[in-house]
């Protein structure tokens, strides 16, 4: 099997990198699969947990096993409901949770012409 020679892709991305716009989008992306693969990630612990093949995870969620097999073994982007019905399957739930506290608006409350708030 062939190598791929990364070097060139890496200058170039180092170089685009220098683009504040450019690192921001970039940046941005990267946290959105970074966040996709923790989520498959922890299934799949929880699935071999469980004892669950990725086989008869796919009969229960009603999906073909080399789709759960693709999902568990390469960088996919799965459907949030696929990703719920696996967890809901492993007794789990998805949760979102705020890196930070939530920020409190400062701003004064429009007010109707009717002087309700």
């Known amino acids: 099997m062939t ?13 685009r990198l220098r683009d504040p716009e450019f690192r921001r989008e970039y940046d941005a992306a990267r946290r959105q699969v970074d966040q996709v693969d923790a989520v498959v990630q922890a299934l799949d612990r929880l699935r071999v947990d469980t004892g669950l093949s990725k086989a008869e995870l796919a009969r229960r969620i009603g999906k073909n096993p080399a789709a759960v097999r693709r999902l568990f073994s390469a960088a996919a982007n799965p459907e949030l409901a696929t990703v719920a019905a696996i967890a809901s399957v492993l007794d789990a739930e998805i949760k979102i949770v705020p890196n930070e506290p939530a920020r409190v608006s400062t701003r004064p409350r429009s007010r109707r012409a009717d002087g309700v708030a």
């Not at 190598?3 to 170089?15: P, S």
């Open 3 to 15: 190598t791929l020679d990364t070097t060139y892709h890496q200058r170039r991305l180092d170089e």
